[in-house]
């Protein structure tokens, strides 16, 4: 089962605006690209950790002001760029879905007939 609008708005712990919805709705199918494309053939709609991450990946993207490339809260200090590169995997989502990409390994192969 593919992730929902609802699923976002259960983790955010409140309903989403209208306003909000094409947003998500547009976010939940780049997310879900992304970790297609990441996972290649390992990647199952119906596992538990593939939907957590789309939708962390989602809540992030939700929480990111456009043009803002970083941000750090000790002491105060936020990166602008002509355009933020938040619609990537971050490292803890491409950590998270190892487990689902393939894996490389080797074939023994023997040759048959003359």
């Not at 909000?20 to 290649?40: K, M, N, S, W």
């Not at 995997?89 to 023997?110: C, D, E, M, N, W």
């Amino acid at each position: 089962m593919p992730v929902i609008p609802i699923d976002i708005a259960v983790r955010l712990g409140r309903d989403l605006d209208p306003g909000e919805r094409p947003r998500v709705e547009a976010f939940i199918h780049d997310a879900t690209a992304l970790v297609q494309d990441y996972c290649g053939s390992g990647y199952r709609d119906e596992a538990p950790g593939i939907r957590a991450v789309i939708c962390a990946e989602v809540i992030r993207w939700l929480a990111m002001q456009p043009g803002v490339l970083s941000e750090r809260t000790g002491d105060v200090e936020v990166t602008y760029g002509a355009a933020a590169s938040a619609q990537s995997l971050s490292p803890a989502s491409r950590a998270a879905l190892k487990r689902y990409r393939p894996k490389f390994g080797s074939i023994p192969l023997t040759r048959c007939g003359p």
